[in-house]
Protein backbone atom coordinates (compact mmCIF):
# COMPACT_ATOMS: atom_id res chain seq x y z
CA UNK A 1 0.00 0.00 0.00
CA UNK A 2 2.82 2.77 0.73
CA UNK A 3 4.41 1.62 -2.42
CA UNK A 4 1.44 2.11 -4.48
CA UNK A 5 1.18 5.86 -2.44
CA UNK A 6 4.50 6.40 -2.97
CA UNK A 7 4.22 5.81 -7.17
CA UNK A 8 1.05 8.05 -6.82
CA UNK A 9 2.87 10.81 -5.08
CA UNK A 10 5.64 10.73 -7.85
CA UNK A 11 3.53 10.26 -10.61
CA UNK A 12 1.58 13.81 -9.15
CA UNK A 13 4.77 15.25 -9.04
CA UNK A 14 6.04 14.06 -12.67
CA UNK A 15 2.33 15.38 -13.80
CA UNK A 16 3.82 18.83 -12.64
CA UNK A 17 6.59 18.65 -15.24
CA UNK A 18 3.98 17.64 -18.07
CA UNK A 19 2.06 20.89 -17.21
CA UNK A 20 5.04 22.92 -17.74
CA UNK A 21 5.18 21.14 -21.32
CA UNK A 22 1.68 21.85 -21.71
CA UNK A 23 1.64 25.72 -20.69
CA UNK A 24 3.39 26.92 -23.82
CA UNK A 25 1.24 25.15 -25.71
CA UNK A 26 -1.90 25.91 -24.00
CA UNK A 27 -1.12 29.59 -24.97
CA UNK A 28 -0.25 28.69 -28.70
CA UNK A 29 -4.00 26.80 -29.33
CA UNK A 30 -5.84 28.88 -26.92
CA UNK A 31 -4.90 32.49 -27.68
CA UNK A 32 -2.48 31.82 -30.83
CA UNK A 33 -5.36 29.35 -32.37
CA UNK A 34 -2.56 27.59 -34.07
CA UNK A 35 -0.74 24.72 -32.81
CA UNK A 36 3.39 25.04 -32.80
CA UNK A 37 4.95 21.44 -33.83
CA UNK A 38 8.05 22.96 -32.61
CA UNK A 39 7.12 23.51 -29.58
CA UNK A 40 8.83 19.93 -28.08
CA UNK A 41 11.93 21.09 -30.07
CA UNK A 42 12.42 24.23 -28.77
CA UNK A 43 11.77 22.77 -25.43
CA UNK A 44 14.87 20.73 -26.06
CA UNK A 45 16.35 23.78 -27.53
CA UNK A 46 16.60 25.22 -24.08
CA UNK A 47 17.79 22.22 -22.60
CA UNK A 48 20.82 22.09 -24.99
CA UNK A 49 21.09 25.78 -24.21
CA UNK A 50 21.21 25.08 -20.26
CA UNK A 51 24.13 22.28 -21.13
CA UNK A 52 25.87 25.09 -22.65
CA UNK A 53 25.11 27.60 -20.21
CA UNK A 54 26.46 25.40 -17.21
CA UNK A 55 29.06 22.84 -18.95
CA UNK A 56 30.83 25.15 -21.28
CA UNK A 57 30.13 28.88 -19.60
CA UNK A 58 30.43 27.05 -15.94
CA UNK A 59 27.13 28.97 -14.82
CA UNK A 60 25.42 27.51 -11.32
CA UNK A 61 22.38 25.46 -12.76
CA UNK A 62 19.76 28.25 -11.10
CA UNK A 63 21.68 31.05 -12.47
CA UNK A 64 21.49 29.17 -15.77
CA UNK A 65 17.78 28.96 -15.11
CA UNK A 66 17.59 32.38 -14.52
CA UNK A 67 19.16 33.41 -17.69
CA UNK A 68 17.33 30.73 -19.79
CA UNK A 69 14.03 32.59 -19.10
CA UNK A 70 14.62 35.44 -21.05
CA UNK A 71 16.15 34.20 -24.08
CA UNK A 72 13.18 31.99 -23.88
CA UNK A 73 11.13 35.18 -24.01
CA UNK A 74 13.03 36.63 -26.34
CA UNK A 75 12.90 33.58 -29.21
CA UNK A 76 9.30 33.46 -28.66
CA UNK A 77 8.30 37.29 -29.34
CA UNK A 78 10.97 36.90 -32.07
CA UNK A 79 9.08 33.55 -33.93
CA UNK A 80 5.99 35.57 -33.40
CA UNK A 81 7.02 38.66 -35.05
CA UNK A 82 9.57 37.66 -37.57
CA UNK A 83 7.59 34.28 -38.64
CA UNK A 84 4.36 32.99 -37.30
CA UNK A 85 2.63 36.58 -37.70
CA UNK A 86 3.43 36.56 -41.40
CA UNK A 87 1.89 33.10 -41.73
CA UNK A 88 -0.95 33.46 -39.75
CA UNK A 89 -2.37 35.92 -42.58
CA UNK A 90 -1.77 34.12 -45.16
CA UNK A 91 -3.66 30.46 -44.05
CA UNK A 92 -3.97 28.17 -41.02
CA UNK A 93 -2.48 25.06 -42.52
CA UNK A 94 0.77 27.25 -43.48
CA UNK A 95 1.39 28.35 -40.08
CA UNK A 96 1.12 24.58 -39.06
CA UNK A 97 3.45 23.68 -41.94
CA UNK A 98 6.07 26.17 -40.90
CA UNK A 99 5.96 25.50 -37.22
CA UNK A 100 7.19 21.90 -38.73
CA UNK A 101 9.70 23.09 -40.32
CA UNK A 102 11.29 24.72 -37.89
CA UNK A 103 11.07 21.46 -35.57
CA UNK A 104 13.30 20.16 -38.62
CA UNK A 105 15.54 22.99 -38.46
CA UNK A 106 15.79 22.95 -34.81
CA UNK A 107 16.45 19.48 -35.07
CA UNK A 108 18.91 19.10 -36.98
CA UNK A 109 20.73 22.00 -35.88
CA UNK A 110 21.15 20.46 -32.77
CA UNK A 111 22.36 17.24 -34.38
CA UNK A 112 24.93 19.33 -36.01
CA UNK A 113 26.18 21.36 -32.92
CA UNK A 114 26.01 18.73 -30.14
CA UNK A 115 26.12 15.87 -31.93
CA UNK A 116 23.36 12.94 -31.43
CA UNK A 117 24.58 11.89 -28.00
CA UNK A 118 22.23 11.43 -24.93
CA UNK A 119 22.64 14.45 -22.75
CA UNK A 120 21.98 15.67 -19.04
CA UNK A 121 22.63 18.70 -17.03
CA UNK A 122 24.28 17.96 -13.71
CA UNK A 123 22.99 19.54 -10.94
CA UNK A 124 24.65 18.03 -7.96
CA UNK A 125 23.29 16.78 -4.22
CA UNK A 126 19.90 18.37 -5.35
CA UNK A 127 19.55 15.41 -8.13
CA UNK A 128 19.44 13.01 -4.94
CA UNK A 129 17.81 14.71 -2.22
CA UNK A 130 14.70 14.14 -1.11
CA UNK A 131 12.43 15.29 2.11
CA UNK A 132 10.52 12.67 4.37
CA UNK A 133 6.28 13.55 3.81
CA UNK A 134 4.82 11.17 5.74
CA UNK A 135 5.24 7.45 7.38
CA UNK A 136 7.85 5.87 4.48
CA UNK A 137 7.14 8.37 1.92
CA UNK A 138 9.73 10.66 0.41
CA UNK A 139 9.48 12.94 -2.42
CA UNK A 140 12.74 14.19 -4.16
CA UNK A 141 13.49 17.84 -3.37
CA UNK A 142 14.04 18.28 -7.79
CA UNK A 143 10.80 16.58 -8.30
CA UNK A 144 9.04 18.75 -5.61
CA UNK A 145 10.54 21.85 -6.94
CA UNK A 146 9.86 21.09 -10.48
CA UNK A 147 6.31 20.97 -9.32
CA UNK A 148 6.15 23.93 -7.26
CA UNK A 149 7.13 25.52 -10.44
CA UNK A 150 4.51 24.49 -12.37
CA UNK A 151 2.21 25.43 -9.60
CA UNK A 152 3.90 29.37 -9.50
CA UNK A 153 4.30 29.34 -13.46
CA UNK A 154 0.01 28.78 -13.70
CA UNK A 155 -0.61 31.06 -10.49
CA UNK A 156 1.87 33.93 -12.77
CA UNK A 157 -0.11 33.26 -15.91
CA UNK A 158 -3.29 33.49 -14.13
CA UNK A 159 -2.33 37.20 -12.44
CA UNK A 160 -1.37 38.11 -15.76
CA UNK A 161 -4.18 37.26 -17.88
CA UNK A 162 -6.75 37.76 -15.47
CA UNK A 163 -5.50 41.15 -13.09
CA UNK A 164 -3.67 43.21 -15.64
CA UNK A 165 -4.79 45.03 -18.78
CA UNK A 166 -2.05 43.16 -20.64
CA UNK A 167 -3.38 39.92 -20.11
CA UNK A 168 -7.00 40.90 -20.79
CA UNK A 169 -6.21 42.46 -23.72
CA UNK A 170 -4.49 39.21 -24.96
CA UNK A 171 -7.42 36.82 -23.79
CA UNK A 172 -9.81 39.67 -26.01
CA UNK A 173 -7.28 38.79 -28.91
CA UNK A 174 -7.94 35.43 -28.08
CA UNK A 175 -11.60 35.60 -27.91
CA UNK A 176 -12.27 37.29 -30.95
CA UNK A 177 -9.51 38.53 -33.03
CA UNK A 178 -11.46 40.65 -35.36
CA UNK A 179 -13.57 42.60 -32.46
CA UNK A 180 -10.16 43.54 -30.54
CA UNK A 181 -9.18 44.70 -34.10
CA UNK A 182 -12.45 47.40 -33.80
CA UNK A 183 -11.36 48.57 -30.17
CA UNK A 184 -8.69 48.99 -31.63
CA UNK A 185 -6.34 46.91 -30.05
CA UNK A 186 -2.44 45.77 -32.30
CA UNK A 187 -2.84 42.14 -32.87
CA UNK A 188 1.17 41.46 -33.87
CA UNK A 189 2.03 43.57 -30.83
CA UNK A 190 -0.34 41.30 -28.21
CA UNK A 191 0.45 38.05 -30.36
CA UNK A 192 4.23 38.64 -30.28
CA UNK A 193 3.99 39.18 -26.31
CA UNK A 194 1.74 35.92 -26.13
CA UNK A 195 4.12 33.93 -27.93
CA UNK A 196 7.39 35.46 -25.21
CA UNK A 197 5.03 33.85 -22.91
CA UNK A 198 5.10 30.53 -24.27
CA UNK A 199 8.76 30.70 -24.97
CA UNK A 200 9.32 31.63 -21.13
CA UNK A 201 7.51 28.11 -20.24
CA UNK A 202 9.19 26.23 -23.00
CA UNK A 203 12.90 27.90 -21.09
CA UNK A 204 11.62 26.82 -17.39
CA UNK A 205 10.61 23.25 -18.79
CA UNK A 206 13.39 22.89 -20.91
CA UNK A 207 15.67 23.83 -18.37
CA UNK A 208 14.17 21.88 -15.25
CA UNK A 209 13.80 18.99 -17.88
CA UNK A 210 17.12 19.09 -18.54
CA UNK A 211 18.25 18.23 -14.60
CA UNK A 212 15.46 15.74 -14.73
CA UNK A 213 15.41 13.70 -17.50
CA UNK A 214 17.86 12.41 -20.54
CA UNK A 215 17.69 14.04 -23.63
CA UNK A 216 18.93 14.49 -27.13
CA UNK A 217 18.18 16.77 -30.42
CA UNK A 218 15.22 13.95 -31.39
CA UNK A 219 13.28 14.13 -27.98
CA UNK A 220 11.08 17.15 -29.04
CA UNK A 221 8.36 14.92 -30.62
CA UNK A 222 7.95 12.89 -27.41
CA UNK A 223 7.63 16.08 -25.83
CA UNK A 224 5.21 17.50 -28.24
CA UNK A 225 3.21 14.26 -27.77
CA UNK A 226 2.57 14.88 -24.01
CA UNK A 227 1.72 18.43 -24.28
CA UNK A 228 -0.39 17.83 -26.94
CA UNK A 229 -2.20 14.99 -24.94
CA UNK A 230 -2.17 17.34 -22.06
CA UNK A 231 -3.74 20.06 -23.37
CA UNK A 232 -6.73 18.12 -25.04
CA UNK A 233 -7.48 16.75 -22.06
CA UNK A 234 -7.43 19.51 -20.15
CA UNK A 235 -9.40 22.07 -22.42
CA UNK A 236 -8.77 25.77 -22.73
CA UNK A 237 -10.71 26.78 -19.94
CA UNK A 238 -8.30 26.88 -16.95
CA UNK A 239 -4.61 26.58 -16.65
CA UNK A 240 -5.02 24.29 -13.60
CA UNK A 241 -6.81 22.13 -15.69
CA UNK A 242 -3.90 21.77 -17.80
CA UNK A 243 -2.00 20.35 -14.10
CA UNK A 244 -5.00 18.34 -13.65
CA UNK A 245 -3.96 17.31 -17.43
CA UNK A 246 -0.52 16.33 -16.60
CA UNK A 247 -1.09 14.66 -13.65
CA UNK A 248 -3.56 12.22 -15.34
CA UNK A 249 -1.09 11.45 -17.93
CA UNK A 250 1.69 10.69 -15.76
CA UNK A 251 -0.57 8.63 -13.92
CA UNK A 252 -1.73 6.71 -16.32
CA UNK A 253 1.96 5.72 -17.38
CA UNK A 254 2.89 5.02 -13.54
CA UNK A 255 -0.01 2.42 -13.17
CA UNK A 256 1.15 1.85 -16.57
CA UNK A 257 4.88 0.52 -15.57
CA UNK A 258 3.32 -0.83 -13.02
CA UNK A 259 1.48 -4.04 -15.13
CA UNK A 260 4.76 -4.15 -17.88
CA UNK A 261 7.71 -1.14 -18.44
CA UNK A 262 6.75 -1.46 -22.06
CA UNK A 263 3.39 -0.18 -21.01
CA UNK A 264 4.02 2.92 -19.93
CA UNK A 265 4.07 5.01 -22.69
CA UNK A 266 1.55 3.27 -24.43
CA UNK A 267 -0.93 3.24 -21.09
CA UNK A 268 -0.70 7.80 -20.97
CA UNK A 269 -1.95 7.32 -24.60
CA UNK A 270 -4.77 4.81 -24.27
CA UNK A 271 -6.03 7.11 -21.42
CA UNK A 272 -6.20 10.16 -23.39
CA UNK A 273 -7.85 8.55 -26.19
CA UNK A 274 -10.47 6.97 -23.89
CA UNK A 275 -11.05 10.44 -22.20
CA UNK A 276 -11.01 12.19 -25.38
CA UNK A 277 -13.76 9.74 -26.87
CA UNK A 278 -15.87 10.85 -23.87
CA UNK A 279 -15.35 14.12 -23.28
CA UNK A 280 -13.66 15.68 -26.43
CA UNK A 281 -14.19 19.15 -25.32
CA UNK A 282 -11.89 18.41 -21.94
CA UNK A 283 -12.30 18.08 -18.61
CA UNK A 284 -12.06 21.91 -18.45
CA UNK A 285 -13.61 23.33 -21.32
CA UNK A 286 -13.72 26.89 -22.14
CA UNK A 287 -17.45 27.94 -21.12
CA UNK B 1 -13.66 67.61 -37.52
CA UNK B 2 -14.09 64.65 -40.18
CA UNK B 3 -13.76 65.27 -43.94
CA UNK B 4 -14.40 63.02 -46.30
CA UNK B 5 -13.74 63.73 -49.62
CA UNK B 6 -14.72 62.40 -53.18
CA UNK B 7 -14.70 58.79 -51.48
CA UNK B 8 -14.98 55.27 -53.59
CA UNK B 9 -15.37 51.86 -53.23
CA UNK B 10 -15.77 49.23 -55.56
CA UNK B 11 -15.57 45.72 -55.12
CA UNK B 12 -15.03 44.34 -59.40
CA UNK B 13 -17.83 46.23 -61.17
CA UNK B 14 -20.23 47.13 -58.01
CA UNK B 15 -19.66 50.26 -57.06
CA UNK B 16 -20.99 50.47 -53.34
CA UNK B 17 -19.33 53.69 -52.19
CA UNK B 18 -19.04 56.16 -55.35
CA UNK B 19 -17.46 59.38 -54.93
CA UNK B 20 -19.17 60.63 -51.46
CA UNK B 21 -18.55 63.97 -49.81
CA UNK B 22 -19.13 64.09 -46.41
CA UNK B 23 -18.06 66.75 -43.40
CA UNK B 24 -18.97 66.80 -39.97
CA UNK B 25 -18.38 69.38 -37.56
CA UNK B 26 -17.16 68.98 -34.09
CA UNK B 27 -19.91 68.35 -31.68
CA UNK B 28 -22.59 67.86 -34.52
CA UNK B 29 -24.97 65.10 -34.35
CA UNK B 30 -25.53 63.38 -38.09
CA UNK B 31 -27.46 61.04 -39.48
CA UNK B 32 -27.33 58.95 -42.05
CA UNK B 33 -30.27 57.32 -43.77
CA UNK B 34 -30.59 55.06 -46.82
CA UNK B 35 -31.75 51.84 -48.11
CA UNK B 36 -30.53 48.09 -47.39
CA UNK B 37 -27.53 48.46 -49.49
CA UNK B 38 -27.08 51.60 -49.89
CA UNK B 39 -23.62 51.65 -48.25
CA UNK B 40 -24.20 53.17 -45.45
CA UNK B 41 -22.15 50.30 -43.03
CA UNK B 42 -18.78 50.34 -45.98
CA UNK B 43 -18.70 54.16 -45.58
CA UNK B 44 -18.16 53.29 -41.58
CA UNK B 45 -16.04 50.34 -42.49
CA UNK B 46 -14.24 53.22 -44.75
CA UNK B 47 -13.89 55.95 -41.80
CA UNK B 48 -12.87 53.37 -39.14
CA UNK B 49 -9.87 51.26 -41.54
CA UNK B 50 -11.60 48.24 -41.61
CA UNK B 51 -11.65 48.50 -45.61
CA UNK B 52 -9.06 50.67 -47.82
CA UNK B 53 -10.93 52.92 -50.33
CA UNK B 54 -10.81 52.78 -53.76
CA UNK B 55 -10.38 56.21 -54.13
CA UNK B 56 -10.78 59.00 -52.17
CA UNK B 57 -9.32 60.39 -49.00
CA UNK B 58 -10.68 61.03 -45.19
CA UNK B 59 -9.61 63.27 -43.12
CA UNK B 60 -9.61 63.41 -38.75
CA UNK B 61 -9.22 66.73 -37.33
CA UNK B 62 -7.36 67.63 -40.96
CA UNK B 63 -5.01 64.73 -41.19
CA UNK B 64 -5.28 62.70 -43.74
CA UNK B 65 -6.11 59.09 -42.12
CA UNK B 66 -6.89 57.54 -45.38
CA UNK B 67 -4.44 54.77 -44.99
CA UNK B 68 -3.84 54.74 -41.20
CA UNK B 69 -4.58 51.68 -39.86
CA UNK B 70 -8.13 50.78 -37.44
CA UNK B 71 -6.02 51.06 -33.96
CA UNK B 72 -4.45 54.41 -35.08
CA UNK B 73 -7.96 55.54 -35.61
CA UNK B 74 -9.14 54.47 -32.77
CA UNK B 75 -6.02 56.14 -30.80
CA UNK B 76 -6.86 59.36 -32.74
CA UNK B 77 -10.40 59.32 -31.44
CA UNK B 78 -12.85 57.24 -33.50
CA UNK B 79 -15.24 55.03 -32.01
CA UNK B 80 -17.62 53.24 -33.54
CA UNK B 81 -20.17 50.65 -33.22
CA UNK B 82 -21.53 47.47 -35.23
CA UNK B 83 -24.89 46.77 -36.26
CA UNK B 84 -24.09 42.87 -35.15
CA UNK B 85 -22.81 43.36 -31.35
CA UNK B 86 -18.98 42.12 -31.66
CA UNK B 87 -18.62 41.48 -27.91
CA UNK B 88 -15.72 39.01 -26.28
CA UNK B 89 -17.92 36.97 -25.11
CA UNK B 90 -15.86 34.98 -22.60
CA UNK B 91 -15.20 38.18 -20.95
CA UNK B 92 -17.04 39.88 -18.42
CA UNK B 93 -18.91 43.09 -19.53
CA UNK B 94 -16.46 45.05 -17.14
CA UNK B 95 -13.41 43.46 -18.54
CA UNK B 96 -15.16 43.85 -22.22
CA UNK B 97 -15.08 47.87 -21.29
CA UNK B 98 -11.74 47.30 -19.91
CA UNK B 99 -9.86 46.16 -22.94
CA UNK B 100 -11.27 49.41 -24.79
CA UNK B 101 -10.51 51.61 -21.91
CA UNK B 102 -7.06 50.50 -21.09
CA UNK B 103 -5.53 49.83 -25.18
CA UNK B 104 -6.85 53.39 -26.06
CA UNK B 105 -4.97 55.11 -23.76
CA UNK B 106 -2.16 52.46 -22.40
CA UNK B 107 -3.38 53.02 -18.82
CA UNK B 108 -3.20 50.10 -16.15
CA UNK B 109 -7.04 48.56 -14.64
CA UNK B 110 -6.36 50.30 -11.72
CA UNK B 111 -6.27 53.67 -13.58
CA UNK B 112 -8.92 52.55 -16.05
CA UNK B 113 -11.57 50.65 -13.55
CA UNK B 114 -13.09 54.38 -12.10
CA UNK B 115 -13.62 55.15 -16.00
CA UNK B 116 -15.23 51.94 -16.99
CA UNK B 117 -17.22 52.34 -14.34
CA UNK B 118 -19.07 55.75 -15.27
CA UNK B 119 -19.29 54.34 -18.58
CA UNK B 120 -21.11 51.09 -17.24
CA UNK B 121 -23.83 53.50 -15.21
CA UNK B 122 -23.84 55.55 -18.00
CA UNK B 123 -25.42 52.23 -20.20
CA UNK B 124 -27.19 50.74 -17.80
CA UNK B 125 -24.50 48.05 -18.02
CA UNK B 126 -23.76 48.23 -13.88
CA UNK B 127 -25.57 45.38 -12.37
CA UNK B 128 -24.37 43.31 -15.23
CA UNK B 129 -20.54 44.15 -14.76
CA UNK B 130 -19.87 40.71 -13.85
CA UNK B 131 -21.69 38.82 -16.38
CA UNK B 132 -20.35 36.71 -19.34
CA UNK B 133 -20.98 38.76 -22.50
CA UNK B 134 -21.68 35.82 -24.05
CA UNK B 135 -24.97 35.31 -21.66
CA UNK B 136 -26.66 38.89 -22.51
CA UNK B 137 -29.98 39.64 -23.83
CA UNK B 138 -30.24 41.81 -27.31
CA UNK B 139 -30.48 45.33 -25.38
CA UNK B 140 -27.40 44.40 -22.93
CA UNK B 141 -25.40 43.49 -26.01
CA UNK B 142 -26.24 46.93 -28.19
CA UNK B 143 -25.54 48.93 -24.63
CA UNK B 144 -22.39 46.80 -24.42
CA UNK B 145 -21.71 47.55 -27.75
CA UNK B 146 -21.60 51.02 -27.10
CA UNK B 147 -20.14 50.64 -23.53
CA UNK B 148 -16.59 49.48 -25.69
CA UNK B 149 -16.85 52.12 -28.06
CA UNK B 150 -16.71 54.72 -25.28
CA UNK B 151 -14.34 53.02 -23.45
CA UNK B 152 -11.17 53.84 -26.79
CA UNK B 153 -13.12 57.90 -25.48
CA UNK B 154 -13.62 59.06 -28.88
CA UNK B 155 -14.37 62.25 -30.08
CA UNK B 156 -16.28 60.78 -32.69
CA UNK B 157 -18.64 58.05 -32.11
CA UNK B 158 -19.51 56.23 -35.24
CA UNK B 159 -23.02 54.40 -34.59
CA UNK B 160 -24.43 51.95 -36.77
CA UNK B 161 -28.26 50.59 -36.18
CA UNK B 162 -27.39 50.71 -32.26
CA UNK B 163 -31.58 51.03 -32.13
CA UNK B 164 -31.95 48.16 -34.56
CA UNK B 165 -34.16 45.47 -32.73
CA UNK B 166 -35.30 47.63 -29.94
CA UNK B 167 -38.73 47.98 -28.99
CA UNK B 168 -40.05 51.44 -28.28
CA UNK B 169 -38.94 51.51 -24.63
CA UNK B 170 -35.76 50.80 -25.17
CA UNK B 171 -35.19 52.72 -27.47
CA UNK B 172 -35.87 55.96 -25.04
CA UNK B 173 -33.56 54.52 -22.68
CA UNK B 174 -31.30 54.43 -25.38
CA UNK B 175 -32.16 58.09 -27.00
CA UNK B 176 -31.17 58.95 -22.98
CA UNK B 177 -27.85 57.65 -23.17
CA UNK B 178 -27.58 59.17 -26.44
CA UNK B 179 -27.94 62.55 -25.12
CA UNK B 180 -25.67 62.56 -22.44
CA UNK B 181 -23.08 61.61 -24.63
CA UNK B 182 -23.66 64.14 -27.05
CA UNK B 183 -24.28 66.72 -24.20
CA UNK B 184 -20.05 65.68 -23.19
CA UNK B 185 -19.65 67.38 -26.58
CA UNK B 186 -18.99 63.94 -28.64
CA UNK B 187 -19.58 64.08 -32.25
CA UNK B 188 -21.72 61.48 -33.03
CA UNK B 189 -22.39 60.01 -36.58
CA UNK B 190 -25.80 57.93 -36.72
CA UNK B 191 -26.47 55.54 -39.64
CA UNK B 192 -29.92 53.93 -38.71
CA UNK B 193 -33.42 52.91 -39.89
CA UNK B 194 -35.59 54.07 -37.18
CA UNK B 195 -36.49 57.67 -38.25
CA UNK B 196 -38.28 58.97 -35.18
CA UNK B 197 -35.49 57.73 -33.29
CA UNK B 198 -32.36 59.62 -35.31
CA UNK B 199 -34.30 63.27 -35.44
CA UNK B 200 -34.46 62.99 -31.72
CA UNK B 201 -30.61 63.31 -31.29
CA UNK B 202 -29.64 64.83 -34.99
CA UNK B 203 -29.19 68.08 -36.31
CA UNK B 204 -28.46 66.84 -39.60
CA UNK B 205 -29.21 64.55 -41.71
CA UNK B 206 -27.70 62.95 -44.94
CA UNK B 207 -29.26 60.23 -47.10
CA UNK B 208 -26.96 57.42 -48.94
CA UNK B 209 -28.61 55.41 -51.99
CA UNK B 210 -26.55 53.36 -54.03
CA UNK B 211 -23.31 54.78 -53.08
CA UNK B 212 -24.03 58.35 -53.17
CA UNK B 213 -25.09 61.13 -51.21
CA UNK B 214 -28.68 62.15 -52.78
CA UNK B 215 -29.75 64.68 -49.45
CA UNK B 216 -28.56 66.94 -47.31
CA UNK B 217 -29.84 69.15 -44.71
CA UNK B 218 -31.67 69.35 -41.62
CA UNK B 219 -33.93 66.32 -40.67
CA UNK B 220 -37.47 68.98 -41.93
CA UNK B 221 -35.71 69.14 -45.19
CA UNK B 222 -34.54 66.10 -45.30
CA UNK B 223 -37.28 64.14 -44.55
CA UNK B 224 -39.62 66.70 -47.00
CA UNK B 225 -37.28 66.26 -49.90
CA UNK B 226 -39.12 64.67 -53.04
CA UNK B 227 -35.95 62.09 -53.92
CA UNK B 228 -35.73 60.53 -50.41
CA UNK B 229 -39.55 60.17 -49.87
CA UNK B 230 -39.37 58.41 -53.35
CA UNK B 231 -36.25 56.31 -52.96
CA UNK B 232 -36.23 55.63 -49.21
CA UNK B 233 -39.59 55.78 -47.69
CA UNK B 234 -41.40 54.42 -51.47
CA UNK B 235 -43.80 57.41 -51.28
CA UNK B 236 -44.13 59.05 -54.89
CA UNK B 237 -43.29 62.18 -54.85
Request: a neutral charge; proline letters at 3%; aromatic letters at 6%.
Given at each position: MTGLLDQIIQAVLLGGLYAIFALGLAISVGVLKFINVAHGDLIVAMSFLMLTLTNSLGLPVPVALIVLIPVGAGVGWLLQFGLFQRAASQNELQIILITFGLSVIIQNGLLGLYGADTRKVTAGGIEMASINLFGNINAGVLPLIIFVTACLLIVGLEQILYRTGLGIQIRAIADAPAAAKLVGLRLAGLMAVAMAMVGITE?????????????????????????????????????????????????????????????????????FLVLFLFRPQGLFPKT | MLEVSQLKKHFGAL????????????????????????????????????????????????????????????????????????????????????????????????????????ILDLCQLSHRSRTLAGDLPLLDLKRLELAKALGTSPRLLLLDEIAGGLTN?????????????????????????????????????????????????????????????????????
Open positions: AVSGGLMSIWTNFDPSSGSSRLLIAFEVVVLAGLGSFWGVLVGGIIIALAQTFGGMIDSAFQMLAGHIV | KVIDGVNLSVARGEALGILGPNGAGKSTLFNLISGNLSPTAGTIRLNGEDITRASPWTRVRGGIGRTFQIPHPFVHLSVFENVLVSATQASGRGIAVARPEVNRSECVALLAILETIKSEGVTIVWIEHIVHALIKVATRLVVLAEGNLIANGTPETVMADAKVRDLYLGVEA
